[in-house]
């Protein structure tokens, strides 16, 4: 299982980059992947192949209308472990002994 925080903008469509940011994230929820959004990426959550092909579909959505594309991309893998998107804040409040913010 891997966690991937992704963060994908077109350089190339000025100052505010939300149309495009909802046209990736349209195509993420639509995957049934688990995912998780703040304001500067999403983390997906799932086997390393799914995950990688969703990339791909995002970034060929971008690219349909964009001349520069820019990826930021971190992955996370642990053999056999799944929900770590919920259970990595969970064991951190564990230790911590109480809730955190959460985006």
């Given amino acids: 299982m891997v966690l991937l925080f992704l963060t994908m903008i077109p350089l190339d469509k000025g100052p505010s980059f939300s149309p495009y940011v909802a046209r990736v994230l349209d195509i993420i929820d639509k995957s049934g ?3 998780a959004i ?6 997906i959550e ?3 192949d ?8 995002c970034f060929e959505a971008l690219r349909e209308d964009s ?4 990826i930021t991309m971190k992955i996370d ?5 799944s929900s770590r998107l919920k259970s990595k804040i969970e064991k951190v409040e564990s ?3 109480r809730t955190i913010k959460k985006s």
């Fill in 95 to 97: 230790v911590l002994g």
């Fill in 67 to 70: 001349e520069r594309i820019s």
């Fill in 33 to 35: 992947l688990e995912y």
């Fill in 46 to 48: 799932g086997e390393y």
């Fill in 50 to 57: 799914e995950v990688m092909a969703l990339v791909g579909k």
């Fill in 77 to 81: 893998y642990r053999k056999g472990d």
């Fill in 38 to 43: 703040n304001p500067m990426g999403t983390v």
